[in-house]
T-cell receptor, first 115, second 113 residues
Framework: ETGVTQSPTHLIKTRGQQVTLRCSSQ?????VSWYQQALGQGPQFIFQ???????GRGNFPPRFSGLQFPNYSSELNVNALELDDSALYLC??????????????FGPGTRLTVT | GEDVEQSLFLSVREGDSSVINCTYT??????LYWYKQEPGAGLQLLTY???NMDMKQDQRLTVLLNKKDKHLSLRIADTQTGDSAIYFC?????????????WGLGTSLAVNP
């Protein structure tokens, strides 16, 4: 059974650019959540996708958007990057949505640096 | 508002019990979680408690939930050096049809031999 994988592991972008981060769910999982974790902080919930539909959203502006594909893999897109977007971006997959309290399995994260 | 608060640091001696505390804001939270994050490793779910429970025990871990005070605690019995990590408390925050998982800042547990 393959765990949650994320790509790339590290990324450096310039302010104003756009970035796409990718996540492959654990086999059999239909739900993906994305988090932003700044250094020394707890994870901040960006959004969750359940069966290709956005199922919950945190306090992030619209320039943070996502997609979930029929195979339940997912992308996080961030437009007009700002310096404060520098963080570890975590993806987690689960067997069901937040409402069901399903355990989330986390990937290793993508470290994004915006200069 | 949405806020989960935890003390930032805890230091214990090996073999002692550790108690990590958390306060949350949403009285309608259905699930509350404890996660562990070790340096260079991913987040790992340690345990969770459903809101209709007061206590849950899982081997060395005991979770206590006080819904009146919106207080959650994690007790680790016989703490070992391998328990040194950051522990996050998280709650499901319900805002109408929008659910979010809100996390605390994490408690850094140092276990001294």
């Amino acid at each position: 059974e393959t765990g949650v994988t994320q790509s790339p592991t590290h990324l450096i972008k310039t302010r104003g650019q756009q970035v796409t981060l990718r996540c492959s769910s654990q086999s059999g999982h239909n739900t993906v959540s994305w988090y932003q974790q700044a250094l020394g902080q707890g994870p901040q919930f960006i959004f969750q996708y359940y069966r290709e539909e956005e199922n919950g959203r945190g306090n992030f502006p619209p320039r943070f958007s996502g997609l979930q594909f029929p195979n339940y893999s997912s992308e996080l897109n961030v437009n007009a990057l700002e310096l404060d977007d520098s963080a570890l971006y975590l993806c987690a997959s689960s067997l069901g949505s937040l409402a069901g309290g399903y355990e989330q399995y986390f990937g290793p994260g993508t470290r994004l640096t915006v200069t | 508002g949405e806020d989960v608060e935890q003390s930032l640091f805890l230091s214990v001696r090996e073999g002692d019990s550790s108690v990590i505390n958390c306060t949350y804001t949403d009285s309608s939270s259905t699930y509350l979680y404890w996660y562990k994050q070790e340096p260079g490793a991913g987040l790992q779910l340690l345990t969770y408690i459903f809101s209709n429970m007061d206590m849950k025990q899982d081997q060395r871990l005991t979770v206590l939930l006080n819904k009146k005070d919106k207080h959650l605690s994690l007790r680790i019995a016989d703490t070992q050096t391998g328990d040194s990590a950051i522990y996050f408390c998280a709650e499901i925050f319900n805002a109408g049809n929008n659910r979010k998982l809100i996390w605390g800042l994490g408690t850094s547990l140092a276990v001294n031999p």
